[in-house]
């Protein structure tokens, strides 16, 4: 069985300025795209036209975060639609997601380019301490991302944070990604197979004690070779790919936390 991961490649701000980019294409294990980012040239996204209040299921104070972090409000569907992912309990897969940290933050889902200010999300959810939210997940929702805003997160379109990583298709998988920040908070996973993907199990980790990573050979998939998870390798650039088998439906837990020492 073959186990796929987004490429995903992190650039400082003087790079991004400077040019040419690369991000996640899809968790379908294409290699990410390099493009010409043209809002890079526009770093501080015009949000006039994003709605003067927060959609439902974002507070006013989660707003605040996004708009801080140039960060795109989502549409918070109640319903399946072509992203495959909604708010609600009744698909086939079933995503709980838990703030275990004591302060607010906004949940963001997302599909393909990660740079937020270009790319509107699906989803951003507030959750408060100890609050949790049902993600429905239908069966065919490949390169879904998703994240924790916090006040203190770095972000500037890209959320600089640990990454939960998901697709559902004829290779269901999960797993974390410690990519963009290596000191990211924490994060565990629980698939509906009982595999666990946290900071140091089913986790993709920067090589050479870099802080932050995504280029080619810079990263790998570290402990994840034990019942109910894979590994494989990326057909394009032969880095590692793999997670944890979702099966064919049932519940996903995420817990977003202090990261563990």
Not at 162 to 175: A, D, F, R, V
Request: aromatic fraction near 8%.
């Amino acid at each position: 069985m073959r186990f796929q991961h987004t490429l995903l490649a992190l650039a400082s701000a003087q790079s991004a300025l400077a040019g040419l980019l690369r991000y996640p294409d899809s968790l379908s294990g294409h290699t990410s795209n390099t493009i010409d980012r043209r809002a890079a040239s526009n770093i501080t996204t015009n949000y006039a036209v994003e709605a003067k209040k927060a959609i439902a299921g974002l507070t006013a104070q989660g707003a605040d975060f996004l708009k801080s972090k140039n960060i795109k409000q989502g549409d918070n569907p109640r319903s399946n639609g072509p992203q495959g992912i909604w708010l609600g309990n009744d698909g086939q897969y079933k995503l709980k997601v838990t703030n275990y940290k004591n302060e607010p933050m906004v949940l963001v889902m997302w599909h393909g380019n990660a740079w937020l200010n270009d790319n509107k999300p699906i989803i951003t959810q507030s959750l408060g301490p100890i609050e949790e939210a049902i993600i429905s997940v239908n069966g065919n929702a490949p390169g879904i991302a998703f994240s924790a805003v916090y006040a203190g997160t770095k972000a500037n379109g890209l959320i600089e944070n640990t990454w939960g990583e998901l697709t559902t298709s004829q290779w269901s998988t999960i797993n974390v990604s410690r990519l963009p920040n290596m000191n990211g908070d924490g994060l565990t996973l629980v698939s509906p197979t009982g595999c666990r993907a946290h900071m140091s199990s089913c986790v993709f980790m920067c090589r050479n004690g870099a802080t932050k990573c995504g280029d080619p050979k810079s990263y790998d998939l570290y402990n994840c070779k034990f019942p109910g998870a894979g590994t494989g390798e990326d057909p394009f650039t032969h880095d590692p790919s793999g997670g944890c088998n979702l099966g064919s439906g049932g519940d996903i837990s995420a817990i977003f936390s202090v990261k563990p020492n």
